[in-house]
T-cell receptor, first 114, second 115 residues
């Protein structure tokens, strides 16, 4: 079974703190994604990576950065957390190639910024 | 830009009955893929069903099937013989063809199953 894990299920941070969310997948997937999920807005793509050290902005990259130094690990960084970044953050991974585009999701991190 | 619309924020179905969740999308692409993902309460999101746009035949997975109307840009999910474990948030998603695996999600439909 594909396994995608996220470092924390719940996180509470203060405004202005630097926040790291970690995601690890064990299926040697090339693609990794960070989404944020908000009620009534669905999932919105923040950043994705299709290879080590490669990244592309998604639909809502402002206030976030990412790092992918190893294939299995994709980190989301909030440089200076703000209250409007309180949300559920989901990581996903997928393989490349025709017919292998299923995204496998982690359990999510519910981040509260006070 | 492509968009995905789920017009039903919440739905309810009796156990053993059939329910249909609606999804429409907007794209000018001819090559694309459509998905339904399920997010059970406090559990990980999983793929329910996938449809290639070039295939006319509707995809099915056990009790789950889709009604894919390409001209109408409609992609509804039918759940037959609903079970309590089907209660979840359901997301419709779109991916255009090509190398990218980026998905565009709808806003979701919360399905309740009544015993």
């Amino acid at each position: 079974d594909v396994k995608v894990t996220q470092s924390s299920r719940y996180l509470v941070k203060r405004t202005g703190e630097k926040v790291f969310l970690e995601c690890v997948q064990d299926m040697d997937h090339e693609n990794m994604f960070w989404y944020r999920q908000d009620p009534g807005l669905g999932l919105r793509l923040i950043y994705f990576s299709y290879d080590v050290k490669m990244k592309e902005k998604g639909d809502i990259p402002e206030g976030y950065s990412v790092s992918r130094e190893k294939k299995e690990r994709f980190s989301l960084i909030l440089e200076s957390a703000s209250t409007n970044q309180t949300s559920m953050y989901l990581c996903a991974s997928s393989s490349q190639g025709f017919g292998t585009d299923t995204q496998y999701f982690g359990p999510g991190t519910r981040l509260t910024v006070l | 830009a492509q968009t995905v619309t789920q017009s039903q924020p919440e739905m309810s179905v009796q156990e053993a009955e059939t329910v249909t969740l609606s999804c429409t999308y907007d794209t000018s692409e001819s090559d694309y893929y459509l998905f339904w993902y399920k997010q059970p309460p406090s559990r990980q999101m999983i793929l329910v069903i996938r449809q290639e746009a070039y295939k006319q035949q509707n995809a099915t997975e056990n009790r789950f099937s889709v009604n894919f109307q390409k001209a109408a840009k409609s992609f509804s999910l039918k759940i037959s013989d609903s079970q309590l474990g089907d209660a979840a948030m359901y997301f419709c998603a779109y991916r255009r063809g090509g190398a990218t695996n980026k998905l565009i999600f709808g806003t979701g439909t919360l399905l309740a199953v009544q015993p």
